[in-house]
């Protein structure tokens, strides 16, 4: 799953594989759950995180781990988490992911209904890294795609309680990406689902503090029957309303007004739990980053819409 340009070793990156889940279980619960299993050089990593949206509490953490990788078919395994596929798939459409770590336990299969999500349009994004240009790395080289129309079947233990998934109340988004795409300045990402049907999922790369419009940035818009847009993110864009995590320092915004102006569109994106950095646990080795679930309302070509979605927050500052 992995492969490196020993030369210069930042050049390729290893296969991202990145779940969003939106449960809502047959007890009428509702809860979010973000996964990210990764192979890298070795060792699997990953984010955990599942939020109550009931009582607004959240668990979960981020951890490097032993594993193991299959170059012949998904079979990707550590003592944390699995994620695999039948042998003879193609690695998309049948999925089975079990994790637990960090109270995070859950297992489910995954079926694509709809048509994939090809972020900027095609699928082929590279933003250059540390010491990478174009010379080196042709753009496209990185290809990014995904699945906003996931069936989910299986269940979800909360509090030591297995609890089955009502798959047709629940939905998921399956995202993968490798090659290279720079965005070790930071970065918040979202996903949103708007109620008029289409998805719109996005970047802004390098925000800080003093100024939360970072470069580049732009959205990918899906809409059901397969048609993509990309989009250029106004100026206008901006995130406010910051807390400092008491664990490492870092600031992270609790609200983003997104401006899209070509599409007379604007959303105002907020993060229902504040606290949401996700971190390793004590005597673990991981990373931070703040994941979280996000709604809100907006105007898309001059109507109101409201929307449900995802918003990830990666802090240097």
């Known amino acids: 799953m992995v492969w490196l340009d020993e030369e210069n070793p930042n050049n390729l990156n290893s296969e991202s594989y990145f779940f969003l889940f939106w449960f809502t279980t047959m007890d009428g619960r509702k809860y979010h759950v973000t996964l990210a299993p990764n192979f890298f050089r070795g060792r699997t990593t990953g984010i955990f995180r599942v939020e109550d949206l009931q009582d607004l509490s959240s668990t979960g953490a981020t951890v490097f781990a032993p594993g193991t990788g299959s170059n012949e078919f998904l079979d990707f395994r550590s ?14 459409t049948d999925l089975n992911v079990s994790t637990n770590y960090a109270g995070v ?27 990478n240009d174009f010379r080196r790395i042709i753009p496209g080289y990185s290809w990014y795609w995904g699945n906003p129309t996931l069936r989910l079947n299986g269940t979800i233990t909360i ?23 720079g965005i070790s300045g930071g970065h918040y990402g979202y996903w949103l689902y708007l109620s008029n049907g289409l998805m719109i999922h996005g970047w802004v790369v390098s925000p800080t ?17 397969g048609v993509h847009e990309v989009v250029e993110v106004g100026k206008n864009t901006t995130a406010f309303d910051v807390w400092k995590s008491e664990y490492s320092g870092r600031n992270y915004f609790n609200q983003v007004e997104l401006d899209i102006p070509s599409r007379q569109a604007r959303f105002d994106i907020h993060q229902l739990i504040r606290e949401s950095e996700v971190r390793p646990l004590s005597g673990t080795d991981g990373y931070n980053i703040s994941e979280a679930y996000a709604q809100g309302q907006g105007v898309w070509e001059g109507e109101p819409v409201t929307f449900f979605g995802h918003l990830e927050q990666l802090s240097f500052w």
């Open 79 to 92: 003592e944390i988490q699995n994620l695999t596929s039948p042998r003879v798939s193609d690695n998309y």
């Open 105 to 131: 336990q859950l297992n489910v299969h995954i079926t694509p209904t709809g048509k994939n999500l090809y972020i900027g349009g095609g699928g082929g994004i590279t933003l250059s890294s540390d010491d």
């Open 159 to 181: 509090d030591g309680e297995e609890i089955a998934v009502d798959h047709d109340q629940s939905r998921g988004y399956f995202e993968r990406q490798w090659g290279e795409f």
């Open 209 to 225: 503090t003093e100024q939360p419009f970072g470069v580049p940035a732009w959205a990918t818009v899906w809409h059901p029957n």
